[in-house]
């Protein structure tokens, strides 16, 4: 089975905390996601990074900040986040070129207080 | 941008029946057609995909048809068991990025 670790798999933060969601996948993939599930929705896509470089950005609000440092990581940083941004966050990777499958990690389910 | 709309919302069905779950898009651009099934608290995973230039394709009791020309395509659960119970989302991609929409769901419930 493909892997995409995340961790944490839970995290409970305030509104005034700063904290960091990680993402890791070592399958070679060049391609790296966040998407944000609310409970009974699809998941919504955040940001994408493709060679490391930020391709896509959903119009997402500046208190989430994406960092991918290298090609097996990414990084989720949040900041000043509201409890309308409690979800569960999913990352997932791919192969670049067309048409090739994204793999899901198992999320971190953020609540925010 | 595109939009991919998912029917049924909620779907029963009787065990070793079969289930269909049907979705359209708008973007003919789009030529990527994956399948997820997400178990409650569990990560979406790929159950099977079709390229635009494939018509179907079957995985053991799992097939996807894709109609390009009216441009929806089908997914097709054959003989149900209860581990079948899931939501599905289809999704929609174009070849040229890596921006893939998500069907609302279709919550699947097999009956023992």
């Known amino acids: 089975d493909t892997e995409v670790t995340q961790t944490p798999k839970h995290l409970v933060m305030g509104m005034t905390n700063k904290k960091s969601l990680k993402c890791e996948q070592h399958m070679g993939h060049r391609a790296m996601y966040w998407y944000k599930q609310k409970a009974k929705k699809p998941p919504e896509l955040m940001f994408v990074y493709s060679y490391e470089k930020l391709s896509i950005n959903e119009s997402v609000p500046s208190r989430f900040s994406p960092e991918c440092p290298n090609s097996s990581l990414l990084n989720l940083h949040l900041h000043a986040l509201q409890p309308e941004d409690s979800a569960l966050y999913l990352c997932?990777?791919?192969?670049?070129?067309?048409?090739?499958?994204?793999?899901f990690g198992d999320g971190t389910r953020l609540s925010i207080l | 941008g595109e939009n991919v709309e998912q029917h049924p919302s909620t779907l029963s069905v009787q065990e070793g029946d079969s289930a269909v779950i049907k979705c359209t898009y708008s973007?003919?651009?789009?030529?990527?057609f994956p399948w997820y099934k997400q178990e409650l608290g569990k990560r979406p995973q790929l159950i099977i995909d079709i390229r635009s230039n494939v018509g179907e394709k079957k995985d053991q009791r799992i097939a996807v048809t894709l109609n390009k020309t009216a441009k929806h395509f089908s997914l097709h659960i054959t003989e149900t068991q209860p581990e079948d119970s899931a939501v599905y989302f289809c999704a929609a991609r174009r070849g040229d990025n890596n921006d893939m929409r998500f069907g609302a769901g279709t919550r699947l419930t097999v009956k023992p």
């Open positions: 973007d003919s651009a789009s030529n990527y």
């Open positions: 997932a990777s791919s192969l670049t070129g067309v048409n090739q499958p994204q793999h």
